[in-house]
T-cell receptor, first 117, second 108 residues
Framework: GAVVSQHPSRVICKSGTSVKIECRSL??????MFWYRQFPKKSLMLMAT?????????EQGVEKDKFLINHASLTLSTLTVTSAHPEDSSFYIC?????????????FGPGTRLTVT | EDKVVQSPLSLVVHEGDTVTLNCSYE??????LLWYKQEKKAPTFLFML????IEKKSGRLSSILDKKELFSILNITATQTGDSAVYLC????????FGTGTRLQVFP
């Protein structure tokens, strides 16, 4: 159990365009979803935390107008990178948790590799 | 500011060696400490530790938490080339704060 999917797994887009990444919890309801970014040979950096039905909480230094997060249902969160630039090229990973169980375990998606040309 | 520090940053060993990876943390509202293994894609879960002094084991891997000294170790015995990966430690509050990871390379 506890499977999280992401779509797409890879995306290449042109500079200035917007890209949407989906994160779905397939066999459980995720009250909370997290979005991370990972640059090559670096650790996972938390970008934002989203609770279903609420606005996302962004980490310091992450532009909320550039990285739009929507968590409208208990099984889906989306991250939209608006007006993408080459420096946004990275590996984006989501994780999901059901806080109602009292567990603080997170389940990771497989990640989305974004390349902006 | 919450932070998690892992050491060493990288480790190169031969098959059969035993390794110990360290993780120290300073996080507010600490809930648990998690260890993950990351190869080419997203991290895969290894252990979640919530109580001090209780060793968790899974095959050749084991981990323990010391909540008084705020650290955890991950041990891998009889290492194999398939253990080569980045090992991430995360301090769990309402969110996960990751350390920089330890890159382990196991050579035949």
């Amino acid at each position: 159990g506890a499977v999280v999917s992401q779509h797409p797994s890879r995306v290449i887009c042109k500079s200035g365009t917007s890209v949407k990444i989906e994160c779905r919890s397939l066999d459980f309801q995720a009250t909370t979803m997290f979005w991370y970014r990972q640059f090559p040979k670096k650790s996972l950096m938390l970008m934002a935390t989203s609770n279903e039905g609420s606005k996302a909480t962004y980490e310091q230094g992450v532009e909320k107008d550039k990285f739009l997060i929507n968590h409208a249902s208990l099984t889906l969160s989306t991250l939209t990178v608006t007006s993408a630039h080459p420096e946004d090229s990275s590996f984006y990973i989501c994780s999901a948790a059901d806080r109602r169980t009292g567990s603080y375990e997170q389940y990771f998606g497989p990640g989305t590799r974004l390349t902006v040309t | 500011e919450d932070k998690v520090v892992q050491s060493p940053l990288s480790l190169v060993v031969h098959e059969g060696d035993t390794v110990t990876l360290n993780c120290s943390y300073e996080v507010t509202n600490f809930r648990s400490l998690l260890w993950y293994k990351q190869e080419k894609k997203a991290p895969t879960f290894l252990f979640m530790l919530t109580s001090s002094g209780i060793e968790k084991k899974s095959g050749r891997l084991s981990s323990i938490l010391d909540k008084k000294e705020l650290f955890s170790i991950l041990n891998i015995t009889a290492t194999q080339t398939g253990d080569s990966a980045v090992y991430l430690c995360g301090g769990n509050t309402d969110k996960l704060i990751f350390g920089t990871g330890t890159r382990l390379q196991v050579f035949p």
